[in-house]
């Protein structure tokens, strides 16, 4: 009667109000009369008209932006991948994908297409966009920087930070003072060419920097301390440096300049003694999600805004004022964390990848079409190499530090990235740079990025380091060893508890090593000690409650499938436990075909499930990320379905084929740990069928005859189900039982599905 009446009256409203529309329309077509409209009719067919007005719509400035928007971001996702599975930061790959889209490549061997796509009136949108993701990314730059490690480590991280940029800086110059004649810009002098070129060779791409150093596993080593507070000191450093050199190459001279930077100083000094206190008021009282309300974020928004405003409009740069306003927010973790979650995706995913781009259709390098442009490119890329690197590494070396260190030091201290073509596109801005300079100085920005992880590597093999994963108190454990990997903190304590139930009363024969992987994007710096801490916290609580020692294990990862099973492939460790893990999109055909992620299409699920021997229509409970650990790993991998896994004191075995029989050693070893009543579904009656593993049967059953019962052949219903606080099963029958949609299985409790 309800859904009637609702009905009825909505009918009777949308037909009511229709009809009344449509008779004050028809009333006021007479009101037409004698006003001379003109009615549009060239003449075409419907068709055509729909075809014009849709041409129409295609060349609206808005649906270039959004078309160029689509394929700034595909390109930037697929290359960055492309150049992460070759050890590469996915910055390089960003940078060749606006390359590639420039009249590099497509403007050259596509000129029609690039010219629809990015006709040269709409570029002034492009630039807009770009700039305001450049804003918001030095402002995160500015907060990933911890001012304490600078603090501590003052003192040997600014004799190697500044003779890393006064080396290449005087270097540079030199090189200025041989080509200033046949590649500055009419009207340019050479003192703000010089200077350019000087400022050019001296950046390091701090962000790129510490992203490698967290890959590598070096950020709680010494060398790792080292070179992160060298990179802090070395941008600090040579921001403030860019900041004098724009105010003198837009004063036209040195004492002229000498205003804008008194003003720089005083905005500064500002910034530091009274915006800042005022900020860390702010951030004392609001440091978490649910007290940092829209109107606290607008307050830290417009101190972002305003000092970008500023700051341009003295003379140093926008950039410059989104890093300082960065750099004096609240030194609060997590407030930090916070805020830098609400910008980055926005800058980062979105808006950043539209100034590669942009650099990219500015980087003509089929303009270098003369064997005497290359080698000038050669003697940029030699002197950049000589003064960031030789200058690092002799600093480091002078400081104290091995050979090998010294000489990491220096490759680590000569990465550009990104930080390079934000000083390249301001002089390239101001007029200082030609478009010849400027495609040479991206090529040795590229170049200089690239080099880092190979000249690494042959410091390693060349002093006989290995960067190893393996926690060293591995090598020290006896007979049985485990490794636990969750991704989510509180699905930790579920994995230890069953690791617990197989060692328990073998502690001193055995280990459990507790892992967690971060991607290497999510992670920054400044705060990677403290997420350490908080994603440990309640894995290590557990342990402490069940008196069970373990071993953490904490990596930031590019490739969290391919490192899980390399640590487990290489660790003297006898089964990898992971907790069950699922997107938004897994269990359609589509998102696992794509291998969807709540974010983007991600390549490297879509590669593997193209190589798997998996169907790809496999309809199963694992995710994609789960069956890559399964496929990779040589090592038994059980997973755990964590249905508010408590306890281990009634397990039911289910032997569905002949797999299964294989996992009886874990069921012995959970009855001697654990001491858990034990129920085996003998389904198919293969246990009675195999003379070793029903001597394993009997054997256990001697040991603890009341710890252990067979049942054949009975079926399995939910009385039987709802008394186990977990099942245990191979991973065949799993999936055998999954695709032939036995119903009992859904009301299944906790369940460990096991892959020898």
């Not at 796509?117 to 966009?129: A, K, M, R, V, W």
């Not at 390249?424 to 007029?431: A, Y």
């Amino acid at each position: 009667m309800k859904k009637l009446k609702s009905s009825i009256f909505y009918i009777g409203i949308v037909g009511g109000f229709s009809f009344l529309i449509y008779w004050i329309i028809s009333q006021g077509r007479n009101m037409e009369i004698g006003r001379d409209i003109q009615k549009i009719n060239s003449g075409n067919s419907q068709w055509q008209e729909f075809l014009s007005a849709l041409i129409h719509n295609l060349q609206h400035p808005l649906a270039i932006l959004l078309a160029q928007i689509i394929v700034i971001i595909l390109f930037a996702r697929l290359f960055g991948w492309l150049f992460k599975k070759i050890g590469q930061p996915t910055v390089i790959g960003e940078i060749i994908a606006g390359i590639i889209l420039g009249p590099s490549f497509l403007g050259m061997y596509f000129p029609d297409f690039s010219a629809a796509l990015f006709p040269t009136e709409s570029l002034g949108n492009l630039q807009f966009l770009s700039q305001i993701g450049l804003i918001l990314f030095m402002f995160v730059v500015g907060m990933e920087l911890d001012l304490k490690v600078l603090q501590n480590k003052a003192h040997d991280a600014v004799v190697i930070s500044h003779a890393s940029i006064i080396l290449p800086f005087a270097l540079g110059v030199s090189l200025a003072y041989f080509i200033y004649g046949s590649f500055a810009p009419a009207g340019i002098d050479f003192t703000s060419f010089a200077l350019f070129i000087g400022i050019s060779m001296s950046i390091t791409a701090f962000p790129v920097l510490a992203r490698i150093v967290q890959e590598r596993n070096i950020q709680k080593t010494k060398l790792g301390t080292i070179v992160i507070t060298c990179a802090a000191a070395d941008d600090i450093t040579a921001w403030c440096l860019l900041a004098a050199v724009i105010a003198i190459v837009k004063a036209g001279n040195f004492l002229s300049s000498l205003y804008i930077i008194a003003l720089a100083i005083a905005y500064v000094f500002v910034m530091i003694k009274f915006v800042r206190p005022f900020l860390k008021r702010i951030g004392d009282m609001h440091d978490s999600r649910e007290n940092l309300s829209k109107p606290v974020v607008a307050i830290f928004f417009l101190t972002l805004i305003i000092s970008s405003y500023l700051t341009e409009v003295i003379g140093i740069h926008a950039l410059f004022g989104a890093f300082m306003a960065g750099a004096i927010m609240p030194e609060n973790a997590k407030f930090r964390n916070v805020f830098i979650e609400k910008v980055e995706d926005v800058a980062l995913v979105l808006l950043l990848p539209l100034f590669f781009v942009f650099t990219g259709l500015r980087t003509q390098i089929g303009l270098l079409n003369e064997p005497y442009l290359w080698q000038i490119t050669g003697w940029i890329i030699l002197v950049a190499v000589v003064g960031k690197f030789v200058g690092s590494a002799i600093a480091a070396k002078f400081m104290g530090q091995n050979w090998k260190d010294s000489l990491t030091i220096g490759a680590l201290m000569n990465t550009r990235g990104l930080m390079e073509l934000i000083v390249l596109n301001i002089g390239f801005d101001l007029g200082v740079l030609n478009a010849e300079m400027f495609a040479m100085l991206v090529l040795m920005a590229l170049i200089t990025t690239f080099m880092t992880g190979p000249a690494i590597d042959l410091f390693n093999k060349l002093f006989k380091s290995t960067d190893s994963l393996i926690p060293d108190e591995i090598s020290r454990i006896g007979k049985y060893n485990l490794l636990i990997s969750f991704g989510n903190p509180l699905r930790g304590p579920s994995l230890l508890r069953l690791a617990h139930g197989l060692v328990k009363e073998s502690d001193k024969n055995s280990s459990i090593t507790a892992m967690h992987l971060t991607p290497t994007n999510d992670l920054h710096q400044y705060n990677a000690e403290d997420y350490e801490i908080e994603t440990f916290e309640p894995i290590v609580t557990a342990s402490k409650e069940l008196s069970q020692s373990i071993i953490t294990l904490f990596k930031a990862s590019n490739n969290m499938e391919a490192d899980i099973a390399e640590i487990a492939n290489e660790g003297n460790y006898d089964l990898l436990l992971i907790g069950v893990g699922q997107s938004i999109y897994e269990g359609s055909v589509l998102g696992r075909i794509l291998g969807f992620t709540t974010r983007f299409i991600n390549p490297e699920n879509l590669v593997y499930r193209v190589k798997a021997t998996e169907s790809l229509l496999d309809n199963s409970v694992f995710s994609n990320s789960t069956l890559q650990i399964m496929g990779r790993s040589k090592i038994p991998v059980a997973v755990l379905i964590d249905k508010d896994f408590k306890k281990l004191d009634h397990i039911l075995f289910i032997v569905y084929s002949k797999s299964d029989l294989e996992l009886l050693p874990y069921i012995q070893k959970f009855i001697h740990n654990a001491q858990s009543q034990v129920t085996i579904i003998d389904m198919n009656q293969y246990l009675q069928q195999d003379k070793k593993a029903l001597e394993l049967f009997r054997s256990i059953e001697q040991v603890a005859p009341n710890h252990i019962t067979k049942i054949e052949g009975a079926e399995i219903n939910m009385e039987l189900t709802n008394t186990q606080d977990l099942v245990m099963l191979s991973k065949n029958s799993w999936k055998e039982l999954f695709s032939n949609k036995e119903h009992w299985i859904i009301n299944l409790p906790s369940t460990l599905i096991i892959k020898q």
